[in-house]
């Protein structure tokens, strides 16, 4: 077959090469869970062990998966081989409507229970990043909770009344023979294990490929990593890679002449639990909060650690944290320095130091956080990291205000350490500190209220409430369309310092305001489906079995994009406007069509008759029904407004050549985004002659 490009994630390839098309994709973000798949690599902490965890296949570089043993829905079971626990109980407590959701649910589910027990707890924390969006999450939950070893009574009975409904059931080649004791009937004496493990090994050391003109390194020691960029040329954009989940957070990174997976290089995997804690840059986020919750039960100098793991716990879910490095989000931080990365807020509260490497003389260096962020990176790589000890007399609160509890970028997020005195826990010792992310991309520090909190007591009220006002002052928030608005941003900001300082106080607070201090708890959730039944008219209105349901469970239901591609079919990828008001001055193509297999450009010139999707009917109503041009006409609309279409031999190239044509802008606007800008613009609607009562009928 055709050689498989560095670019190529493994959804791709699992669909489109193996033909499994049991995993689904969708967002191709890392956020709604449909494409994960579970693998099994070794544990680079004790080589001469292996993991087995969920990972999303959207993000995962497919060279990444070298020495990986790869298990999809299709391995779980099926019609003939026979069902997995998981897919019974999903489809007996009628956990699936579409369907699409469901292979990503089942393998989230699995690989946790390759961990170890399920608890209820557990099974609502996994599926943090699983999305569905027309079942319900009543019964999905249900179905997994009745697996778990404390999940409520009347659950684990129902699956068993379930289960028991497959006991025995024949897992036929179709309906005639039973493929275990090859015996016709409708009862079969054997189970077979269909789970296949192919054998796990470390990464293909100093592996190195170049495919259309994209290369990829594998090398397996720090130096290996140095002289790779070393003998990049000047101008090659090149990235690192252990999970590649940024790519789903920042998707118009690159493209990149060269990957660098740093997979193979134990040194970056070393943790050091004892004084100071130290990880190396390939550390997951998972690896990373099991870490944090042990040194804090072990060591008082270390409690604050305990705060840090809660905090991460909310970053992105469960499949990103298992693979997405520490590190690699701290670059992402670098890149884009507006980005709200809860890792680097909380390291820099935990007085956290990097070790950088140089490719260029291969030295190293210690840098804080606001040093690294200044840094030129170029070249360099962030090699691990050391948190010190804490006095117990300080203490720590972290905060991420969302639009949903998890698996979402913060509308702020904060960070709240002081120091209190032995004697008198009211009052601060030296400079309090004070952190805010997702107010703009300058501001860490609250400066003048840190400086005017220093050495004060926080028992006086008047105290407190300067230091608030203070805080309001100094936060200016930009203004993005996409976030919060600046005002509630800054009151947010302000909150969060309040409830900080109340949950410091604790117990001497009020009580009528101490419960400002607190988290709000999100309980276990719990559904009950109660329906009349009139038994006197069975069968009709008595509840069967979904019959498709087995089939999406299994990963065997095709849908539309399931369906493999015809002889000679095309793929089209949009060309999209990234402002949304202005005049398009040119579109330059010339890149795009340069690129092996791109067919052709397609943009309002081509289109036969009117650039419209509403065609002039009787009835037809202008103002209301139109126009509504197919690509830009004369001018930008809104951002996102397609320009035009690429046109290429499969999807993978259309989505690629899309990216390379430039749009050039002119006349500039700003956006009309309310109803009072738009009277204001004097552009309100007009009433037409189209528009008589006589034309509406």
């Known amino acids: 077959g055709p050689e498989v490009p560095p670019w190529t994630k493994l959804v791709d390839y699992l669909r489109e090469e193996a033909r499994l098309s049991g995993t689904k994709v969708l967002c191709r973000e890392g956020g709604c869970g449909i494409c994960t798949v579970v693998v099994t690599t070794p544990d680079q902490e004790n080589p001469e062990k292996t993991k087995t965890f969920s990972t999303l296949s959207c993000q995962t570089l497919v060279y990444s998966c070298d020495g990986w043993n790869i298990e999809t829905v299709e391995n779980l079971g099926d019609r003939f081989q026979g069902y997995h626990p998981l897919q019974i109980a999903l489809h007996g407590f009628a956990g699936t409507q579409c369907g699409y959701c469901s292979p990503g649910m089942i393998m989230t589910m699995y690989g946790q229970i390759q961990q170890g027990p399920l608890t209820v707890s557990q099974v609502e924390k996994s599926l943090d990043g699983n999305l569905c969006r027309c079942t319900g999450y009543r019964p999905i ?126 040194d970056l995997y070393n943790v050091s639990v004892g004084t100071p804690l130290s990880l190396g840059a390939n550390v997951s986020l998972a690896r990373a909060i099991e870490v944090f919750h042990h040194k804090a039960e072990q060591s008082s100098d270390y409690a604050h650690l305990k705060e840090v793991a809660k905090h991460w716990e909310y970053v992105a879910n469960v499949s990103v944290r298992n693979v997405g490095c520490w590190a690699g989000n701290l670059m992402l931080k670098h890149r884009h320095q507006g980005f709200q990365s809860d890792i ?88 309090p500190l004070i952190l805010l992310g997702g107010i703009n991309p300058e501001f860490i520090h609250a400066s003048q209220t840190e400086e005017y909190l220093t050495n004060k007591n926080l028992n006086i009220l008047w105290t407190v409430q300067r230091a608030i006002n203070l805080l309001g002052e100094e936060v200016n928030p930009d203004s993005n369309f996409e976030d919060a608005s600046p ?35 999100r309980p276990i959730s719990s559904g009950h489906q109660s329906y009349d039944m009139n038994e006197d008219m069975w069968p009709v209105g008595k509840a069967i079995p979904k019959l498709e349901s087995a089939t999406q469970i299994s990963g065997e239901a095709r849908y539309l994009d399931d369906i493999p591609s015809l ?17 398009i001055k040119s579109v330059d193509t010339s890149e795009a069509l340069e690129i092996p297999g791109v067919v052709t450009w397609v943009s309002k010139e081509d289109i036969p008759g009117e650039n419209s999707f509403v065609a002039k009917a009787k009835g037809y109503i202008p103002a209301i029904a139109g126009p509504d041009p197919v690509f830009v006409a004369e001018r930008v609309k809104y951002a996102g407004q397609p320009i035009g279409l690429i046109v290429a031999k499969d999807r993978d190239t259309a989505v690629r050549a899309a990216r390379l044509v430039v749009v050039e802008y002119e006349d500039v606007k700003k956006p009309v985004v309310a109803l009072r800008y738009a009277v204001d613009a004097e552009q309100s609607m007009k009433i037409t002659e189209d528009m008589k009562l006589g034309d509406c009928n």
């Open 141 to 266: 939950l249900d179905a997994f909770k009745s697996l778990a070893t404390d999940a409520d009574q009347a659950l684990k009975n129902k699956l068993i009344d379930i289960e028991e409904a497959y006991e025995g059931s024949c897992k036929t080649d179709g309906g005639r023979r039973c493929i275990d004791c090859n015996k016709t009937g409708s009862s079969c004496s054997q189970r077979k294990s269909h789970i296949l493990k192919a054998v796990v090994t470390q990464p293909n050391p100093n592996l190195k490929l170049t495919i259309s003109g994209v290369q990829w390194h594998q090398p397996n020691t720090v130096k290996g990593i140095f002289q790779v960029i070393r003998n990049l040329g000047p101008y090659e954009k090149y990235q690192l890679v252990v999970g590649n989940t940024g790519a789903g957070v920042f998707k118009n990174d690159g493209p990149y002449s060269a990957y660098i997976s740093t997979r193979g290089v134990l």
């Open 567 to 583: 002889p000679h079919e095309l793929h089209a990828a949009l060309v999209q406007t990234t402002v949304a008001n202005a005049k």
């Open 344 to 431: 680097f807020l909380t390291l820099l509260a935990c007085n956290a130091q990097l070790t950088v490497g140089d490719a260029q003389d291969d030295t190293e260096s210690a840098l804080n956080m606001e040093e690294f962020l200044k840094s030129d990176m170029s070249k360099k790589v962030i090699l691990s990291l050391t948190l010190p000890p804490m006095s117990v007399d300080m203490k720590l609160r972290t905060f991420k205000v969302t639009p949903r509890t998890v698996n979402a970028h913060a509308y702020v997020n904060a960070c709240v350490r002081m120091q209190f005195s032995p004697t008198d826990k009211h009052k601060i010792v030296g400079k």
């Open 487 to 521: 005002e509630y941003r800054r009151s947010l900001s302000q909150s969060l310092l309040y409830k900080a300082i109340i949950g410091f106080l604790g117990d001497d607070v009020n009580p009528k305001f101490r419960s400002a201090g607190t988290n709000i708890e």
